[in-house]
T-cell receptor, first 114, second 115 residues
Framework: AQSVTQPDIHITVSEGASLELRCNYS??????LFWYVQSPGQGLQLLLK??????LVQGIKGFEAEFKRSQSSFNLRKPSVHWSDAAEYFC????????????FGTGTQLKVEL | GAVVSQHPSRVICKSGTSVKIECRSL??????MFWYRQFPKQSLMLMAT?????????EQGVEKDKFLINHASLTLSTLTVTSAHPEDSSFYIC???????????FGAGTRLSVL
């Protein structure tokens, strides 16, 4: 069955430090890949997406993600974390031909220490 | 552009009553809307997919008579939780797309608490 794995449930980083959130997927074909951020009690905001082409994708708020087909991964990175980045981050995939349904990972809670 | 409004943001109701949640696309026509449920500190689980003018498609394990979904227009979908019970307490989030190739735009969610 298709699945999205975010191995890290919680991550704590110091403000100004770099960040990498991991995401792995299991599908036969290359899916469409997304990263969303959710602040407490809020909906989801799209950070970036990958459909095809350049495997390094730039998003909003200084985030980027790299698609690695060989590793079935789509890790999210940020060179320097700000305190306002503290939130829940979800990786998600859409399988082509799957009716545009999003399958979400379990999420990674990011805490930023000042 | 592509703003999705969800109302109410929070609702508290008594057990046995029904609650309606609205999801509106404010500046685009949404051919498809999705309804998700999110338990505390968990991921989003897709409940159903609704297309304008047709019956919703429910995911396995979701009771269609419990969670009534109506997508009467290209800008409005509603989720009605019928005869709500405490176990229905959750965070419900909707999303909308303009077409099958579009990304999903999310509402801010509705916190339902059933007493």
């Amino acid at each position: 069955a298709q699945s999205v794995t975010q191995p890290d449930i919680h991550i704590t980083v110091s403000e100004g430090a770099s960040l990498e959130l991991r995401c792995n997927y299991s599908y036969g074909a290359t899916p469409y890949l997304f990263w969303y951020v959710q602040s407490p009690g809020q909906g989801l905001q799209l950070l970036l997406k990958y459909f095809s082409g350049d495997t390094l994708v730039q998003g909003i708020k200084g985030f980027e993600a790299e698609f690695k087909r060989s590793q079935s991964s789509f890790n999210l990175r940020k060179p320097s974390v700000h305190w306002s980045d503290a939130a829940e981050y979800f990786c998600a995939v859409v399988v082509t031909g799957g009716g545009n349904k999003l399958t979400f990972g379990t999420g990674t809670q990011l805490k930023v220490e000042l | 552009g592509a703003v999705v409004s969800q109302h109410p943001s929070r609702v508290i109701c008594k057990s046995g009553t029904s609650v309606k949640i609205e999801c509106r696309s404010l500046d685009f026509q949404a051919t498809t809307m999705f309804w998700y449920r999110q338990f505390p500190k968990q991921s989003l689980m897709l409940m159903a997919t609704s297309n304008e003018g047709s019956k919703a498609t429910y995911e396995q394990g979701v009771e269609k008579d419990k969670f009534l979904i109506n997508h009467a227009s290209l800008t409005l979908s509603t989720l009605t939780v019928t005869s709500a019970h405490p176990e229905d307490s959750s965070f419900y989030i909707c999303s909308a797309t303009r077409d099958r190739a579009d990304i999903q735009y999310f509402g801010a969610g509705t916190r339902l608490s059933v007493l």
